[in-house]
């Protein structure tokens, strides 16, 4: 016994020193920045031209070179549903921005809800029912009732799925009020420091300004709805943000708090110009600047050291088609409703006049399961009819269906795994498209989108910052779902419930 006990105790001793050095002292503060469409290779191409908060990441922040989505389609409400559950979409439940709800038969958004009632404008209401799974906020509230979780954004989806069910609030944009609202999910009326900020007209200040040969319009609604294309959208977001860290006291009350800060006018700038215009470029040195400044209200406020920033991005974005051809390269255009339209012809000529399509939203596609019931058909006849048509088509690359992902039978490639892990039964479609590298959906001739399972649509920057943080560079494969279970256990938290990823230890000193 006195030899067992004496081998345990220098096991122990030798091993207690070990976890006294890797211990990591909690922040006070934890905030994580999104910003919308921003490729991993922004950080890249325009090194040079960052000298204030982008900088201050990449040489002080631990950066993943190899962060990838692992879900379809790469669009915004699925990006920020992962940042802070760790979820794929076939857990997490958000397939979409929106999807065909099929026991109401409407169209529906990832955060719609028709039980509650917007505050701050005259608009319908949204809230986090929809996301069936845990956040990081949900679980760091769960074990601490006094730590507060805000969310912020122009967009709702963007404000509301990183911060999670039990947050104390998300904000969002409105154009037609001019205000930072919120709905009746959080609390019955807004904050006084939300209503103060309102109250000071933020947008009107940038009525007359000019961006890149672009001058603003007089206050108003158009002036609101056309700032979220321009740099003022990102200077409201950040406003809002320095507002709601001292009107909630974020950082400053003994327990750790989560702001989680979503700039979406990237997104905007990019969608119309693309990721070679200057116009980008030039988004990209002014965030650069704009983190700059909020770092600074954070060290004022909070202190840096008790910080720690997460910062990403929900998606990349492909180059505008016209682009890629001229550079040599494949790309194009698929015609809008092609989809639907092939799809309707297919059903028709094998089963006869109907409306065959229920709800078309470009990859994916619900069929009219009435009409299917009716005719006593087999709905995975049905489904690979429709996949066949779509199939025939030029710059199709794989078309899966329901019963395909269901039950397994789908290529073990990078496209095969990520259109299954975006697949949730009850509120995905019938039928998937996957086109060729470089072509978009829709129609028109100008401006780009995302979306798709390739590396320009799913490579995105993960940078963590803070006290026990080792900077550098890491070339290893991660996945975005890997943030939440690293700030899980740097957090001492449970793990979110759907979380899929991993722990980033390799980067704790």
């Known amino acids: 016994m006195r030899t067992r006990r004496s081998i345990l105790f220098l096991l122990l001793g030798g091993v207690l020193p070990a976890f006294s050095q890797t211990a990591r002292p909690e922040p006070k503060?934890?905030?994580?920045?999104?910003?919308?469409?921003?490729?991993?290779?922004?950080?890249?191409?325009?090194?040079?031209?960052?000298?204030?908060?982008?900088?201050?990441?990449?040489?002080k922040g631990a950066v993943f070179a190899d962060a990838h989505y692992i879900h379809f389609p790469t669009v915004t409400a699925v990006g920020h549903s992962t940042i802070l559950t760790g979820a794929t979409p076939s857990i997490s439940g958000i397939i979409a921005n929106e999807w065909y709800d099929r026991p109401s038969g409407a169209t529906v958004t990832s955060v719609f809800d028709p039980d509650a009632k917007a505050l701050g404008a005259e608009v319908p209401a949204s809230s986090p029912k929809r996301l069936l799974v845990s956040t990081i906020g949900d679980e760091l509230r769960t074990v601490t009732e006094q730590a507060k979780v805000v969310g912020i954004s122009l967009k709702d989806r963007a404000a509301i799925l990183p911060v999670g069910r039990m947050a104390n609030g998300a904000y969002w944009f409105d154009n037609k009020s001019g205000n930072f609202i919120s709905s009746t999910y959080y609390f019955p009326a807004l904050p006084g420091w939300v209503k103060e900020f309102n109250a000071g007209r933020p947008a009107d200040k940038y009525a007359g300004m000019e961006w890149m040969g672009t001058k603003y319009a007089a206050a108003g609604e158009h002036l609101n709805a056309s700032l979220a294309a321009s740099p003022w959208g990102n200077e409201l977001v950040e406003a809002f943000a320095e507002s709601a860290i001292q009107g909630e006291q974020l950082g400053q009350r003994g327990v750790t708090d989560l702001l989680a800060v979503s700039?979406?006018?990237?997104?905007?700038?990019?969608?119309?110009?693309?990721?070679?215009?200057?116009?980008?470029?030039?988004?990209?040195?002014r965030t650069d600047l704009l983190f700059g400044k909020f770092f600074a209200f954070l060290e004022k406020q909070v202190g840096m050291k008790d910080v720690l920033v997460v910062m990403t991005s929900d998606h990349?974005?492909?180059?505008?088609?016209?682009?890629s051809v001229a550079r040599k390269m494949p790309g194009g255009r698929f015609g809008a409703g092609t989809v639907?339209?092939?799809?309707?012809?297919?059903?028709?000529?094998?089963?006869?006049?109907?409306?065959?399509?229920?709800?078309?939203?470009?990859?994916?596609?619900?069929?009219?399961?009435?009409?299917?019931?009716?005719?006593?058909?087999?709905?995975?006849?049905v489904d690979r009819t429709a996949a066949e048509g779509l199939a025939a088509l030029p710059h199709v690359m794989i078309v899966y269906t329901r019963e395909q992902l269901m039950n397994g039978a789908f290529r073990e490639d990078p496209t095969g795994i990520r259109v299954a892990n975006g697949f949730y039964p009850s509120r995905s479609g019938d039928v998937f498209v996957v086109l060729e590298p470089y072509w978009l959906f829709g129609g028109g001739s100008k401006g780009t989108t995302h979306g798709t399972t390739f590396?320009?649509?799913?490579?995105?920057?993960?940078?963590?910052?803070?006290?026990?943080?080792?900077?550098?560079k890491y070339y290893g494969s991660v996945a975005v779902n890997d943030i939440a279970p690293t700030l899980a256990a740097m957090l001492n938290l449970e793990t979110p419930s759907g979380s899929v990823g991993?722990?980033?230890?390799?980067?704790?000193?």
């Not at 503060?29 to 990441?57: C, M, S």
């Not at 590396?455 to 550098?472: E, N, S």
């Open 29 to 59: 503060l934890v905030v994580t920045i999104v910003v919308d469409q921003f490729r991993y290779d922004y950080l890249t191409r325009f090194r040079p031209g960052y000298h204030a908060g982008i900088d201050r990441l990449l040489t």
């Open 263 to 285: 700039f979406s006018s990237n997104d905007y700038v990019g969608h119309a110009l693309g990721p070679d215009s200057p116009e980008v470029k030039d988004m990209a040195f």
């Open 316 to 323: 990349g974005v492909a180059p505008v088609p016209e682009v």
């Open 340 to 381: 639907e339209k092939t799809i309707q012809a297919a059903l028709e000529r094998k089963y006869g006049p109907g409306k065959w399509v229920a709800g078309s939203f470009e990859s994916a596609t619900y069929l009219n399961s009435e009409l299917i019931e009716e005719r006593k058909l087999d709905h995975a006849a």
């Open 455 to 472: 590396d320009y649509d799913t490579h995105v920057p993960v940078i963590f910052m803070g006290a026990g943080i080792k900077p550098g």
């Open 502 to 509: 991993r722990i980033l230890s390799e980067m704790f000193q």
